[in-house]
């Protein structure tokens, strides 16, 4: 998968999930080379911290507040980042996160 499937106009499939936190982190989403975009959402009242790193830690990476609005990666601009794992952690609590993934679809 390369920025000129992209170009190319080629298919692609979206997927949405929605994952319960705690305070210990867990895995939002696996690694997934095919993955074009990927868009974290926060519905809930509890901060949330987005990491590449395992375990997550609340505040070291990319925090998502109740307020604040969804945190949205493309491989053009991001690369590498949309098709990593990566794992969250809340705050206080168990909130639930949205989750949504865009993939090229197989030639």
Same mark, same amino acid.
């Given at each position: ?24 982190? *867990? ?7 095919? %993955? ?8 809930? =009242? @509890?901060?949330? &911290? ?20 969804? *945190? ?7 690369? %590498? ?8 952690? =809340? @705050?206080?609590? &168990? ?13």
């Amino acid at each position: 998968m390369c920025i000129e499937d992209i170009r190319l106009g080629r298919k692609t499939r979206a997927a949405q999930t929605r994952v319960t936190l705690g305070v210990v982190s *867990v895995l939002t989403v696996g690694n997934a080379f095919d %993955r074009v975009s990927l868009i974290f959402s926060n519905p809930s =009242a @509890a901060s949330v &911290t987005f990491s590449i790193n395992n375990p997550a830690v609340d505040g070291e990476g990319i925090t998502i507040a109740t307020a604040d609005p969804p *945190v949205k990666l493309n491989i053009r601009d991001d690369g %590498r980042l949309v098709t990593s794992q990566w794992f969250a952690v =809340a @705050a206080v609590g &168990t909130p639930t996160v949205d989750v949504f993934e865009t993939f090229l679809e197989e030639k």
